[in-house]
């Protein structure tokens, strides 16, 4: 005799799904039978083959394009996300960009397109999936935040203070939406493997890092799968859980 599976019956979306910790994320959460929607921007080939792997696996998934920093964008990705699978379980706010410089040298431009994406956007997906996951009365909302939003880092002010206003607004969610069953968290990478770390002067960041070497992005998308899954994570609402290699402590 199979157990069904429970998970076999919700939908997740994870915005920023075509690479990188986006892809791992979609990945894991595809494997444990959870219908993913791949967000993406701007690559359609690279999130039809995320699309692919899940189907590959025997999961459900499928690609949608939009920018998710944009409103009218984001109002019709999740109004098409409920038209197809009529629900939405899982919200994983994880697209952004890096715009790195100096404060003194930063454009204004390079300032507001990525408060744009990377807060603003969380900003609206989460408004966006809020009148769904009432309506349900449950939910999982988890956002990617990083350990530059908790200690900051010269020539990352723009994303330092995006990366600290999404913590605040997970926590103030959190508090906004508990008594509908709906948990707010946050998983704050430290530096993980991939394009957006690449050029970087290893030795120097490693010598920080207690565990001595960079994370994976398997590694967060476990975080963000217990925090979406899990039973006992019903219990965990507010919370930011830093998987970094020790970099940030206390």
Known sequence: MTTANPLSDQTAVVTGA?????????????????EVVINYA?????????????????????????????????????????ERSGRIDILINNAGIT???L????????????????????FLCTRAVAR?????????????????GLMGN????????????VIGLTKST???FASRGITVNAVAPGFIDTDMTKGLKAEEILSAIPLGHFGKPEHIA??????????????????????????VMG
Do not use: C, H
């Open 18 to 34: 075509s690479r990188g910790i986006g892809k791992a994320i979609a990945i894991a959460l595809g494997k444990a039978g959870i």
């Open 42 to 82: 701007n690559s359609p080939e690279k999130a039809q083959e995320v699309v692919e792997e899940i189907l590959d696996s025997g999961g459900k998934a499928y690609s949608m394009q939009g920018n998710v920093g944009d409103e009218k964008s984001v109002e019709t990705i999740f109004k098409k996300v409920l």
């Open 99 to 101: 715009r790195d410089g």
């Open 103 to 122: 404060l003194m040298r930063m454009k204004t431009e390079d300032w507001q397109s990525l408060i744009d994406l990377n807060l603003t956007g969380v």
């Open 132 to 148: 769904q996951m009432l309506k349900q009365k449950s939910g999982r909302i988890i956002n990617i935040t990083s350990v530059v």
């Open 154 to 165: 010269a020539g990352q002010s723009n994303y330092a203070a995006a990366k600290a206003g």
């Open 174 to 176: 959190a508090k906004e």
């Open 222 to 247: 476990g975080a963000v799968y217990y925090l979406a899954t899990d039973q006992s994570a019903s219990y965990i609402t507010g919370q930011v859980l830093q998987v970094d290699g020790g970099m």
